[in-house]
């Protein structure tokens, strides 16, 4: 992903080692400068997700501005692991610690009360994940609107001339529901702008995982070579994974998400991606650890904010959206992307984030039980 500076407010507001957990003693953080520690979730550094993205970023920040860094990974996939690695890195003397994904709600509401002269930024963490318990103040989430670059994903496939779509979800959370719903969204907008929206078809599923694995690649052999489906959305962690192995094979298209996976997704074929849905955790930790340089946390704590479009005109700055670096599409331009962009953030094109039910659209959508 492009990496973006925004200093400004945001919308709304607008190493790898295992580690023991250790007996908590507040004094062991407590330090005169910033020192960024990172977590992984079940996932690694490497993952071409969320976890390498928000690597990078705390990385590169750090770097820039002469501050210590280091990243920690859980010895395994629990709230326990999870915490025994937020005890590590604050009993090491990191006083800023950022958690990527949903699955560190439950480790933020256990481990904020003990160290709260520590400050912890929580990407794509809800007031839900956090189950229900308030904000604490050293603690600053971030969502996103992932129905925005959801529906451009939708609105640039057919655009682009795909009539056959396919969504694969990875699990049913809100964050994938409103990425899907999006989906569904764009791509009958651009539909009915083209007059096509009766040859428009979207076959639309949830893995029941974060992973891609045999059942869900011949699930999508199936899409591609029985169904006649040419581009799928594929949409949850690493599930991703078998939608380019099954559109090898027939020489079928993949769209990326969360961030630019052009580069992985081509590694499956040529010219196989066909863009990314993209949110910016980029964006988000450098505006939240300028915050915290600049004595403005106060502007965060205690927060959960909603990212997505801050302008109209400037891509670079927005929380959403296409990656334009890596543009390959040839009927839909940047400049027609631009448009829309203007469009929804002036209001003139209305996307719902609604989850509740399934979008009223013209296209058809076939929706199908989970996978797994």
């Known amino acids: 992903m492009k990496k973006l500076i925004a200093i400004a407010m945001m919308a709304a507001l607008v190493c790898t080692s295992t580690f023991a957990a250790p007996k908590k003693n507040k004094k062991a953080a407590k330090k005169s400068s910033v020192k960024i520690a990172m977590v992984t979730d079940s996932g690694d550094i490497t993952d071409q997700s969320f976890n390498q993205t928000t690597y990078q970023a705390c990385k590169d920040y750090a770097e820039a501005n002469g501050l210590e860094f280091q990243y920690y990974k859980p010895a395994g996939d629990s709230t326990a692991d999870r915490v025994a690695s937020i005890d590590a890195a604050y009993q090491d003397g990191y006083n800023v610690i950022v958690l990527p994904g949903f699955l560190f709600g439950e480790a933020i509401v256990k481990v904020a009360k003990d ?11 809800s007031e839900g994940d956090l189950g229900g318990a308030a904000v604490p103040a ?19 496939a057919v655009k682009e001339g795909y009539r056959h779509l396919g969504f694969l979800g990875g699990m049913a959370v809100p ?23 009766d040859k428009v078809t979207i076959e639309y599923v949830y893995g ?27 949409c949850g962690g690493g599930i991703w994974t078998s939608a380019c192995e099954a559109a090898s094979k027939v020489g079928g298209k993949v769209i990326g998400v969360d961030v630019d996976q052009t580069a992985q997704i081509n590694g499956y074929g040529a010219d196989m991606c066909v863009t990314s849905a993209m949110k910016g955790l980029g964006a ?8 915290i340089q600049a004595g403005n946390w106060a502007d965060y704590a205690g927060k959960v904010a909603t990212l997505g479009l801050v302008s109209g005109s400037d891509l670079s700055v927005n929380y959403v959206g296409l990656p334009t670096d890596t543009w390959t599409m040839k009927n839909f331009s940047v400049k027609e992307y631009k448009k ?27 929706y199908y039980k989970n996978i797994k």
Do not use: H
């Open 208 to 234: 029941g995982q974060f992973y891609g694995d045999q059942t869900i690649t011949a699930s999508m052999d199936g899409w591609y070579k029985n169904r006649g489906v040419e581009v799928v959305f594929a």
């Open 340 to 366: 829309l962009v203007g469009d929804i953030f002036n209001k003139k094109v209305a996307v719902s984030n609604s989850i509740d039910k399934e979008p009223s659209v013209k296209v058809k959508v076939n």
């Open 175 to 197: 964050a994938v529901v409103r990425y899907g719903y999006g989906f569904v969204q764009g791509a009958n907008k651009a539909a009915e702008e083209l007059k096509v929206a």
């Open 138 to 156: 050293n603690v600053f989430c971030a969502v996103y609107q992932e129905e925005l670059p959801g529906f451009f994903a939708g609105y640039a």
């Open 115 to 125: 160290y709260d002269d520590a400050k912890f930024i929580g990407l794509d963490i």
């Open 284 to 291: 988000t930790v450098n505006s939240a650890l300028s915050a």
